[in-house]
C-alpha cells in the first residue's frame, strides 16, 4: 500500500503518507500552552500511526483569540515535552504558525481595557458603590463595543492599511516563534498561507499601493518575506506551505476571498519552491464567513474536492504535494497517490473519527471512517468549544477515556442494534467479554436508516457499515430478527439495553385523521407523500423532512412553536437549507401553536402577537420528537445499563448515543 510507503520530505524522513492537517482543537491551555488536553491528544494521533501532525493556529503573538501560542520562551518546554512524546512513535511535528489579519495589539488592548473596567466595576459593586459600579460597567461595554468595532473594521480593511513597521515586527515574532519551536525540537513550520497572508496575496483583500499591492509579484512579496525569516531563524527545520486558493462555487461564485486564484497559485507555487520552501498544501481559501466552504459537510461537495487544482500544482512543482479536503477512504487515498496527484494525504476529521488509521491500514481491519457532518468538530470550531468526533467517545479525552481490558470474561448481551447498542458490542467485545446482540429487525442500524433519506444525508450510513465490518471480526454474534427474552437476560452477566425510541403525534383534536401521517414513516418510505405538505415541528427531524418532501416534488409549509426553525443544525449546513427553502418557497411559521386539524385545515395560533390562523394543506406530516421505548424487565435480575434514547427523556443525538453505549460496555 504506497499510503504507508516512506517520504521524504526535506530533510524529513516520514514513515508513511498520512498527514493530520491543522485543526483548531481548542484544547490548549488559556494561556496557549500545551497542557494535558493537547499533549493526551496529539500523542494519541502519534501513537495511531500518523507520520506527521500539525498543530493548527499557533500564535506567535499574545492574541485574544483561543488558540495554542508560542511568543514567549517560557512556552517552549511545554512544547518540547510533547515533541518528545510524540517522537517515541517516529511521529514528526509540526506547528502552523499564523497571524490574524488584524491588529493584535490595538484589538488586545481594547479588550484588556474592557476586562479591567469590569473588574473595578465588580469592586465597587462589592465594596456598595452603585454609581462607580454603573460607570465602570458603562465603560467595560463602550471598550468591548469598540474592540470589536476593530476587529470587524480590520477584518476587512488591516491588510491595505497595516504600515511598514507593523508588517515588520509580525515578521519578526514569526521567525522568532519558529526559532523557539526549533529549540523545542518541533520538526517542521507550516507557514499559514491563509489569514493574513492569504489576504495579502488577494486581489480581493489587497487594495495596498506600495511593494506589497498590484501584482502577483508585489502581492506574494510578504510572504516569501516571511518564508525567508523563517528559515533564517530556524536553519534546520522543514518548512511547509499551505496555499490556499479561491475555488468557484455550482452557481459561478467565488469561494473564498483570502487566498489565489488558479493561475496565480500556481506560479506563486513555483515561487516558494524556489524561495526553498520543501513541501506545499494545496487548501480552500478561507475568508467566506461561513467554515463550511473550507471544512465542507456531506453532499455539499464531491470527495477529494480539492484535488483537481492539487494536481495541477504538483505537476508545476517538484517538491512534494499534500491534499486535504474529504479524503474519507484508504481507496480514496491510494488512488490520489498511485495516480500522482499527491505525495501526502491529509486525514483532517477523519482522524478525529479513527487515530488508528495507519495501524489499521498495515493490519488490513476496518477503519471508522468520517462522515462529514461537522457536528463534534466544525460547530465546536465556530462554538469556542473542544473539537470531538459524534462516532468517538475519546476525542478530547484521551487521558482517562480508553477501552479498558476486562478484569474477567463475561457474557454480555445487548438489546436492540441502533448505534448505541452496536458500539456497546464494538467496545464490550474489545475488553474481552462475550457479545450477544438482538435486534427485532432484519438490519442493524436503527434510526439511522431512516436519517440517510433526507438530501444530502446518505454518507451517514458509514456509521452502520463500519460496525457490519468489525463486528464480525471481534465475534461478535449477531441475532436479527430476534426478540429477546427474559430467560436470555437472566441467563447473561450483564444486559445493556439500546432499545430506542418511537415518534408521537401531538394529542389534539384531528391528528388522527386519515391526511395526518409521521415524518418517520415519510422518510422510511412507508406512506405516499402529494401536493401541499404541512410539517408540524421545525426541529432538525421536521427541516430535514420537509427537505425530503421538496425532492418528492411536494409543497411544503413548516410550523414550530419555536421562532426559529432548524435549532441546533449544523452553521455549516444551516446556509444551504435556507437556500434550498427560499428556492421552494417553504413557509415559515414560527412561534406557531397547532390547535386541531379539521380534515385539510391547520387551526394555530401565533403566539406572538396571539392571533389565530388557519394552515390549508393535503397532508399533514408530524415531526414533533419522540418518547423511548420500554423494556418489559419484570422477573429479570442481572443488571441492566440503558443506552441511547431509551436512556433518557430526551432523544439522544448520535453523540450522545455513541458515548453511552461506549461508557457502559467500558464498565461492565
Known amino acids: 500500500m504506497k499510503l504507508l510507503d516512506e517520504s521524504k520530505v526535506g530533510n524529513l524522513t516520514l514513515k508513511n503518507r498520512i498527514m493530520f492537517p491543522p485543526l483548531t482543537t481548542g484544547y490548549e491551555e488559556r494561556d496557549g500552552s500545551i497542557g494535558e488536553r493537547s499533549f493526551n491528544f496529539y500523542t494519541r494521533l502519534a501513537k495511531g500511526g500518523a507520520a506527521y501532525v500539525v498543530l493548527g493556529d499557533v500564535a506567535p503573538v499574545n492574541t485574544a483569540s483561543p488558540t495554542p501560542k508560542l511568543c514567549d520562551d517560557r512556552q517552549i518546554p511545554s512544547f518540547k515535552k510533547l ?24 484589538v488586545g488592548k481594547l479588550i484588556m481595557e474592557s476586562r479591567m473596567a469590569m473588574m473595578a466595576a465588580q469592586k465597587a459593586k462589592e465594596a456598595g458603590d452603585m ?35 507593523q508588517l515588520d515586527a509580525i515578521k519578526d515574532a514569526i521567525a522568532q516563534s519558529a526559532r523557539r519551536a526549533m529549540e523545542a525540537g518541533i520538526d517542521a513550520i507550516e507557514v499559514h498561507g491563509d489569514r493574513l497572508l492569504g489576504s495579502l496575496c488577494s486581489t480581493r483583500l489587497n487594495h495596498r499601493t506600495d511593494h506589497y499591492g498590484g501584482s502577483l509579484e508585489n502581492r506574494t512579496r510578504y510572504a516569501l518575506e516571511v518564508v525567508a525569516a523563517i528559515k533564517e531563524a530556524a536553519p534546520t527545520m522543514m518548512v511547509e506551505y499551505k496555499l490556499p486558493f479561491i475555488t468557484k462555487n455550482a452557481d459561478g461564485s467565488d469561494r473564498g476571498k483570502g487566498g489565489l486564484d488558479e493561475e496565480d497559485g500556481i506560479e506563486f507555487a513555483k515561487m516558494l519552491e524556489k524561495a526553498g520552501v520543501d513541501m506545499i498544501q494545496v487548501a480552500q481559501a478561507n475568508h467566506t464567513g461561513n467554515m463550511g466552504d473550507t471544512i465542507p459537510p456531506m453532499g455539499t461537495v464531491p470527495y477529494n474536492w480539492t484535488l483537481p487544482i492539487c494536481r495541477k500544482v504538483k505537476a508545476a512543482v517538484n517538491i512534494p504535494v499534500a491534499t486535504v479536503g474529504r479524503v474519507v477512504t484508504l481507496d480514496n487515498a491510494e488512488t490520489i497517490l498511485n495516480d500522482g496527484d499527491a505525495d501526502i494525504i491529509g486525514f483532517g476529521r477523519s482522524l478525529l473519527a479513527d487515530p488508528d488509521i495507519a495501524l489499521k491500514a498495515a493490519r488490513n481491519e476496518p477503519i471508522r471512517e468520517c462522515l462529514n457532518c461537522n457536528k463534534g468538530c466544525v460547530d465546536a470550531i465556530q462554538g469556542r468549544r473542544y473539537i470531538s468526533c459524534i462516532l468517538n467517545a475519546e476525542n478530547g479525552d484521551e487521558g482517562t477515556i480508553f477501552i479498558k481490558p476486562a478484569a474477567e470474561k463475561k457474557n454480555v448481551v445487548i438489546v436492540g442494534a441502533g448505534i448505541a447498542g452496536l458500539e456497546a458490542a464494538r467496545v464490550a467485545a474489545i475488553r474481552g467479554h462475550h457479545v450477544d446482540l438482538y435486534e427485532k429487525e432484519d438490519h442493524i442500524g436503527g434510526q439511522i436508516n431512516i436519517a440517510a433519506k433526507p438530501p444530502r444525508k446518505n454518507e451517514i450510513l458509514r456509521s452502520i457499515e463500519y460496525f457490519e465490518k468489525i463486528l464480525p471480526t471481534l465475534g461478535v454474534n449477531i441475532h436479527l430478527n430476534s426478540e429477546c427474552t427474559k430467560e436470555i437476560m437472566n441467563a447473561a452477566d450483564a444486559v445493556i439495553c439500546a432499545i430506542g425510541a418511537h415518534d408521537f403525534a401531538l394529542p389534539i383534536p384531528g391528528a388522527d385523521g386519515k391526511n395526518v401521517v409521521s415524518s418517520w414513516d415519510v422518510l422510511a418510505g412507508k406512506v405516499d407523500v402529494k401536493g401541499h405538505c404541512a410539517v408540524i415541528g421545525g426541529g432538525l427531524v421536521g427541516t430535514e423532512t420537509a427537505e425530503f418532501l421538496l425532492e418528492q416534488g411536494c409543497q411544503v409549509s413548516i410550523i414550530e412553536m419555536m421562532d426559529k426553525i432548524a435549532n441546533g443544525e449544523s452553521a455549516t449546513i444551516l446556509p444551504i437549507i435556507m437556500h434550498d427553502f427560499k428556492d421552494h418557497d417553504v413557509k415559515q411559521y414560527v412561534n ?38 420500554t423494556l418489559d424487565v419484570e422477573g429479570v435480575e442481572t443488571p441492566i445499563c440503558y443506552v441511547g434514547d431509551c436512556s433518557g427523556e430526551r432523544t439522544a443525538s448520535i453523540a450522545e448515543a455513541v458515548r453511552s453505549g461506549y461508557h457502559a460496555a467500558n464498565e461492565i
Open 83 to 106: 515533541a518528545d512524546a510524540m517522537h517515541e512513535y517516529d511521529c514528526k511535528v509540526a506547528l502552523q504558525l499564523f497571524h490574524p489579519e488584524y491588529d493584535v495589539p490595538g
Open 131 to 165: 454609581a462607580t459600579f454603573g460607570a465602570k460597567m458603562a465603560e467595560s461595554k463602550e471598550k468591548s463595543d469598540a474592540a470589536y468595532a476593530k476587529l470587524h473594521h480590520d477584518m476587512n480593511y488591516f491588510v491595505t492599511e497595516a504600515t511598514q513597521e
Open 592 to 629: 406557531t401553536k397547532v390547535n386541531r386539524i379539521e380534515g385539510n385545515t391547520i387551526h394555530a395560533t401565533n403566539t406572538a402577537d396571539n392571533t389565530d390562523l388557519e394552515i390549508e394543506c393535503d397532508m399533514v406530516v408530524m415531526a414533533v420528537g419522540s418518547k423511548k421505548n
